[in-house]
């Protein structure tokens, strides 16, 4: 069973950086499209970012393109989500989330439903 875990949320100011981890356990994380997901309060859970299972991939939601990085290493098993020049509605709960495809597959995954995996979440908070 995969299990995703996620770390580095917490609060900031507007125009701060965090980043955010996810470390990967029960799988092979180079079989795994990964994505970056958040949910505000009242809100449905909306796609931040996504990687291909080599990392040569990335695709990022409008909201946060220009700004927010993903990136993996494989080796290591851990995915990252670099935020910056964070905005008061950047403040959500973050989740990671692992889709098994070991085939080769050129498709990005932006839909919650795409993915098998979910860790527990953690919070980020921007002050204005």
């Known amino acids: 069973q995969v299990q995703l875990v996620e770390s580095g949320g917490g609060l900031v100011q507007s125009g701060g950086s965090l980043r955010l981890s996810c470390v990967v356990s029960g799988g092979t994380l180079s079989h795994h499209f990964m994505g970056w997901f958040r949910q505000a309060p009242g809100k449905e859970r909306e796609f931040v970012a996504t990687i291909s299972p080599s990392g040569g991939r990335t695709r990022c939601a409008d909201s946060v393109e220009g700004r927010f990085i993903i990136s993996r290493n494989n080796a290591e098993n851990t995915v990252y989500l670099q935020m910056n020049s964070l905005k008061p509605e950047d403040t959500a709960v973050y989740y990671c989330?692992?889709?098994?495809?070991?085939?080769?597959?050129?498709?990005?995954?932006?839909?919650?439903?795409?993915?098998?995996?979910w860790g527990q979440g953690t919070q980020v908070t921007v002050s204005s």
């Open positions: 989330a692992a889709k098994y495809r070991p085939a080769i597959d050129n498709n990005d995954y932006t839909k919650d439903y795409d993915y098998h995996y």
